[in-house]
Structures are given as C-alpha cells and as structure tokens.
C-alpha cells in the first residue's frame, strides 16, 4: 500500500486482513462450572477467528471465550483485506478439561425455555440420567419421513473421522449427545431442543471433518444442520440462538462455493437469518458483527450497482454493533476493512460522484481510525499490528483525527447563532481542542504530543475538552444549535455544544471519541499514544 495517502492517483492500495466474525456456539465439553461469558448478552458467542491470515488452529481456539492470539504473519500489500469470518455458536464458555457427566446436575427442560443453550456438560448429564426414562407425556409417534431423517443425520456423524486424536475424541462424544437427541425426537418430535441442540452436534461435527475427507463432506453436516435449525425455528419461532447459529451454518456453507451465483443466494438467507436473530434478541453485538460481516461477503458477489448500498448497510450493523459494546475489538476493526474497502472502490471508479459523499483519502483516514483502535484495545493481535502497519501513514498524525466543527465562542455556549464560526478541531489520545488559527493549531499540536504544557493563552480562547473529564458523548438535535448536526460532549464540567456539517460527519466524531474514551477508560492510552506519536 502506498505510504502517501494524499495521492488521489494511487490506484493499487493494500487490501486490509480479513474480517472478524462471532462464531457459532459449540456445545461445551466440560462437565463443572462455566466460566463467565466475555461480556455477551443473553446467549454466549464466541469470536471468530481473524482472518485468514490466520492459522487454521486459531480457528479451534477461537471457539473457546480468550481466544488467543493468532500467529504473527505479515500482511503485504496485496493481501490486506478484510478478515474472513468463522463462525461459533453463540454459546460456548467452556472450560478446557473434560469432567465426568455425572457430576452435574440434571438440567429440566421445559418448552418455554426454548431460546437456552444448552452446555455439553449438561447434555451428557441428560444423557446419562435419562437414557431409561420413558417417553414425555406429550410424546407422539415419528412419521416414517422424520425416522429417515434421523437415521441420515446420525449416519453423516457417525462416518466423521477426526483429523486427531483429539477430534476423534470429541467426535466420540458428539455422537453419544447425536443419539441422545434422536431418542428425544423419537419420543417427541416436536421437541425444538433436542433438534437446536442436534444442529449444534452437527455443526460442531462439521469443524471436526478432516480436510482431506470426502465423505462425508462438510457441507452435507452443514446442510444436515441447516433442516434442524429450520425445523427448530418453525416449532418455536422466537428461538434467536437458533437463528443465529442457522445464519452460520449458512455463512459456512456459502464460503465453500467461493464468488459464485449459489454463494450470492446463501449469503442472502445469512443475512436475513441474522435479521431475524437481531429483532429477537437486539441486545447482540455478536449477530450485528456478524451480520455486517455477512454483507460485506455479499457485497463482493454482487452486481456493481448493487454494492455501495449492500456496503453501507455493512457500515450501519458494524456501527451499532459499536454502540452497544463500545470496546468491541472485532467490530471496530471490521469497520474500518469495510470503509478501507469502500475507499478502495471509490478511488477505483474516479473519486466521489457528488460533493456531498465523502472524498477517498477521509474514507482512508477513517478507516485507519477505527483499525488504530482495534489495535490501542488487543496490541497482542498480530493481524491489527500488521494492518496498522499498512495505515498509518493515513492519519493526521501526530493526532487521531482532524476536521472541522462549528462552535461558539469559548466559555459562551448559549452566544447567538450568528457568533459561532466553524473552525478546525484535533482529536488526540489527551483532549479534543479546537484550534484558532495555523500558528496556534501548531502549538496545540506540540501540547497535544507533549512536547510542551505552555498552552494557558490557547486555552482562553479556544475550546478544549479532556478525554478523562467526558461524562457521555451522544448526537444532539437541539432546535437552539445552529443548522447541522448536532454534537453534545457532556463533561464533569458541564456539556459542551458543537455542529458538524452533516449527520455522516457526526457519525465519525461520535465513534473517535467514544473510542479515545474507551480506550482510555481500559488503561490503553499509553498505546494509543504510541501509536500517534511514536
């Protein structure tokens, strides 16, 4: 990538890693206790492994709730794109050593709690304790056609092979929880549980097929799956882990078929399988990275015309994704492969077709915001160190963003409309200060870095806000602010008002800002300025 982000004429950048993706939720091996979920609402994902950059391995670590990090690879210029999901259930805390099942306690299962998911401790608990159990009182007959497609589906698992030790181990207790579910449906067949729970076994068995095994294949497990969670949903329609688990499976299947017209289609039921995921549970950062994520792969596949639309929506789901965990590494670094992304394709096709529509060069140093804070968040990420790497000669260093904000006179906040001026403003890991004129916006920028504090005369006439002094930051439309978008920082100081020229503008100082205050509220500063000012 071209280390000049000014060049409009630069037509060959890097391509960012590839994206991020939440996961699957894997039924968990471990009988004793759960360990606690990585801050995840209601149902529990795991995160997806970076990129394809990363090794095949980290895909198995992914699925466990610290993912580790991946190994250090170098991203070149050619290969800078965005980070390739993979997919984990949404629940999976597990605990890294298997325990007997006898040890846990027989969870009841009971019809109304059909949007559980069930641990794999808990599952070969029931398998244990109620293997002689007699049929439920609602029980009723299988049809001949389910007893078929019972018998398919624990035929496709027990021909799995792991490709290890270890994966013939766990296969071994994927089967014996794969029979368990069919007894179930045997009894009951209209016990959306046990089919949830026998996707996941499928699912999970679908990981654990050896690359070079051709039968059964991968995406058969997946397909298999896919009718489980279908049928699942049809009985109990507000089961949102299933939707959510159902959109992977499809996501999974969809990257087997590469760029093609059958892989447009699958990404299409992804993505309106993860809709309907977020409007039953829309306290899910998780399915909103991932539906993002689902997009972007869409967007790829897409006819021209179609793509800038399908892109921006991506944006929106990584945004709100944001909005509700505002530390949520994945999804800050796929906003910004998404926007480089973006970038890449406006430059491609002669720049912004209107004035209003935002130039190639600040698609750029936006995203090298948003990747720059994924990095400030997990510096141990070898796929956001390299990115970094690649962009960050497209911030306004030594600060993290600069542009231009309408604001009124220092200490007036209520002046009339006709005082305030739009003047330039500088966002930096200390303070978000407003700068006068050239002379004095080279001296914030040498306060800013540390270079000097000699800033009393600046600060009588200029606005400044410090990071560690923000209470919340949030739009504002106040009909006493002048025309625009509205800005409101509000500090132990009292709120402070400010415009942006559109509400696409706004959107971007509310994430910088929110991010630096993250940042430092996780005791990242100190990275974040290494890497403005280093």
Avoid at 239 to 260: C, E, F, P, Q, V
Avoid at 445 to 466: H, M, P
Wanted: charged share 25%.
């Amino acid at each position: 990538m071209s280390q000049e982000p000014d060049s409009p004429n630069q037509s060959r950048r890097q391509p960012l890693p590839e994206n991020v993706m939440e996961q699957k939720p894997e039924p968990e091996l471990e009988p004793e206790q759960t360990p606690e979920p990585e801050q995840e609402p209601v149902s529990e994902t795991k995160e997806e492994p970076e990129s394809k950059l990363e090794a095949e391995a980290e895909r198995k670590e992914e699925r466990e709730l610290t993912p580790e990090p991946e190994p250090e690879q170098e991203v070149s210029e050619a290969d800078l794109k965005v980070e390739e999901p993979k997919e984990e259930p949404i629940q999976s805390n597990e605990d890294t050593t298997a325990t007997s099942s006898d040890q846990v306690a027989h969870p009841d299962l009971r019809k109304d709690e059909g949007n559980r998911t069930f641990t794999m401790r808990e599952l070969l608990s029931e398998l244990k304790s109620d293997e002689d159990e007699a049929g439920s009182p609602y029980s009723q007959e299988s049809t001949p056609q389910q007893i078929y497609q019972n018998n398919t589906a624990m035929e496709l698992i027990n021909s799995v092979a792991g490709a290890d030790e270890e994966g013939r181990s766990r296969q071994r207790i994927l089967i014996y929880a794969a029979k368990r579910y069919a007894n179930a449906l045997e009894r009951n067949p209209d016990d959306y549980d046990a089919l949830y729970n026998w996707a996941l076994v499928l699912q999970e068995s679908a990981d654990n097929v050896s690359p070079d095994c051709t039968s059964p294949s991968k995406d058969a497990l997946l397909e298999e799956a896919c009718r489980k969670y279908d049928e699942a949903t049809r009985l109990c329609p507000t089961l949102h882990d299933a939707y959510y688990n159902w959109a992977i499976a499809i996501s999974d299947r969809a990257k087997i078929r590469g760029r093609t017209k059958e892989a447009e289609e699958l990404w299409k039921q992804a993505t309106k399988n993860y809709e309907k995921a977020v409007q039953l549970n829309w306290n899910s950062p998780q399915a909103l990275n991932n539906w993002g994520l689902a997009l972007q792969e869409l967007s790829a596949i897409v006819p021209a015309r179609e793509k800038q639309t399908i892109v921006r929506t991506a944006i929106s789901k990584f945004r709100a994704a944001i909005q509700l965990q505002f530390d949520f590494h994945r999804a800050i670094y796929n906003l910004g492969t998404v926007l480089y992304g973006l970038a890449e394709d406006t430059l491609r096709t002669g720049g912004s077709p209107s004035p209003k529509d935002v130039s190639p060069n600040e698609l750029y140093s936006q995203s090298a915001i948003y990747i720059a804070a994924a990095h400030a968040l997990k510096p141990n990420y070898s796929v956001y160190s390299s990115a970094l790497r690649l962009v960050r000669s497209m911030l306004p260093l030594p600060h993290l963003k600069e542009g231009y904000l309408t604001a009124p006179p220092a200490g007036n906040p209520i002046a009339p409309h006709s005082d305030w001026k739009q003047s330039q403003f500088i966002l930096n890991h200390e303070a978000l200060q407003q700068a006068v004129n050239k002379a004095e916006q080279r001296q914030v920028s040498r306060s800013l870095s540390g270079r000097t504090a000699d800033v009393g005369n600046i600060d009588k006439r200029a606005i400044r806000v410090e990071i560690p002094d923000i209470v919340s930051v949030s739009a504002c439309a106040d009909l006493t602010l002048p025309p625009g978008a509205g800005l409101c920082i509000d500090t132990i100081s009292g709120p402070v008002f400010l415009v942006a020229d559109s509400w696409e503008s706004l959107d971007g100082w509310l994430d910088a800002i929110r991010l630096v205050y993250t940042i430092y509220a996780r005791g990242k500063a100190d990275v974040l300025a290494g890497i403005i000012t280093g």
